[in-house]
Nanobody, 113 residues
Framework: QVQLVESGGGLVQAGDSLRLSCAAS????????MAWFRQAPGKERELVAR???????KFGDPVKGRFTISRDNAKNMVYLQMNSLKPEDTAVYYC???????WGQGTQVTVSS
């Protein structure tokens, strides 16, 4: 099983940018579709973005045009670049091997208005 460790969260102001990183273990990392989810207080966890093994991407409607997802298979890393952040982006962000119940510990992103 791939182990996932997120980093890069923090407190920022609306309009700022932030980049989250996810370090994955395992030699089969490149074969997985990887994803970022987020969960705000009192809300269900939602898909933010995912990236396939070949690099194809898909984004949730709330972040389209503002967030990008990328991966570096040589380093076993997945990134989430978040631009033009809004207060409603405040949540715990989780890295995930898409389609599997496999999660990191999460990283808190807080956007102040």
């Amino acid at each position: 099983q791939v182990q996932l460790v997120e980093s890069g969260g923090g407190l920022v102001q609306a309009g700022d940018s932030l980049r989250l990183s996810c370090a994955a273990s395992g030699r089969t990392f490149s074969t997985y579709t990887m994803a970022w989810f987020r969960q705000a207080p009192g809300k269900e966890r939602e898909l933010v973005a995912r990236i396939g093994s070949s690099g194809n991407t898909k984004f949730g409607d709330p972040v389209k045009g503002r967030f990008t997802i990328s991966r570096d298979n040589a380093k076993n890393m997945v990134y989430l670049q978040m631009n033009s952040l809004k207060p409603e982006d405040t949540a715990v962000y989780y890295c995930n091997t898409y389609g599997y119940d496999n999660w990191g510990q999460g990283t808190q992103v807080t956007v102040s208005s």
